[in-house]
């Protein structure tokens, strides 16, 4: 089943290694509002953000731990709907914010700076509901670098396991996806992202003898 899935979504498009810049990590909480990352973002230029590692959750007596993607929308429909910061976006997802511009993150993407400023991270909760949160994940963030750039060194860690060969058939098949293609020149949405990273854990999980 790997291998079909492989030379079936095996895609036109190679994502090109971008130049390497400064990487800073941070560990943002679920317990906590807006936390700086100490980057300090100008105008115009585009950052890359992915996360490396974690779960969180919104109600740690109720809900399991997700990724930075958030829940699911059959999971996000069973909690109180009155915490969100923006009711179009599920809880548990990583969003960013450069002064009052506020936006989606999730587990990979990149943004251009609408305006100079610090980039600060959170959980999709609002500050007065934070009080049942648990976890925290693990967040990388790299100047210059766009979409595809922020795709592949979240792909790189995820998938560290596979060969190169593998890791770069990998690459080519998130390119293909149709539903991606409009997003890769700009920002690779949480939706997007999910669909890729679908995909990707059907050819990486285990499968039974064929």
């Not at 130049?19 to 230029?45: H, K, Y």
């Not at 500050?127 to 949160?133: P, S």
């Not at 994940?137 to 790299?142: A, T």
């Not at 592949?152 to 539903?179: C, H, W, Y």
């Amino acid at each position: 089943m790997r291998r079909q899935l492989f030379f079936l979504l095996v895609g036109v498009l190679t994502i090109s290694a971008p130049c390497f810049a400064a990487t800073t990590n941070v560990v943002i909480l679920a317990t906590q509002g807006w936390q700086s990352t100490g980057v300090n973002v100008t105008q115009g230029t585009s950052y890359g953000v992915w996360q490396t590692q974690g779960l969180w959750t919104v109600d740690n007596r109720s809900f399991r731990k997700v990724d930075g993607a958030g829940y699911a929308p059959q999971d996000d429909a069973k909690i109180f709907q009155g915490c969100k910061i923006d009711s179009s976006w599920p809880y548990g997802l990583l969003i960013g914010r450069v002064g009052s511009n506020v936006f989606q993150i999730g587990r990979a993407t990149s943004f251009t700076a609408l305006q100079n400023g610090i980039l600060e991270l959170s959980i999709h909760d609002s500050a007065n509901c934070l009080a049942d949160n648990a976890g925290s994940l693990s967040v990388s963030v790299e100047d210059g670098l766009d979409a595809q750039g922020a795709l592949k060194r979240f792909i790189d860690g995820m998938v560290g396991s596979l060969t190169p060969a593998e890791q770069n058939r990998l690459l080519k098949i998130v390119a293909d996806i149709s539903v991606c293609r409009g997003a890769l020149p700009i920002a690779i949405s949480p939706q997007c992202a999910s669909v890729i990273l679908g995909v990707i854990s059907l050819i990486i999980s285990p499968q039974p003898a064929e």
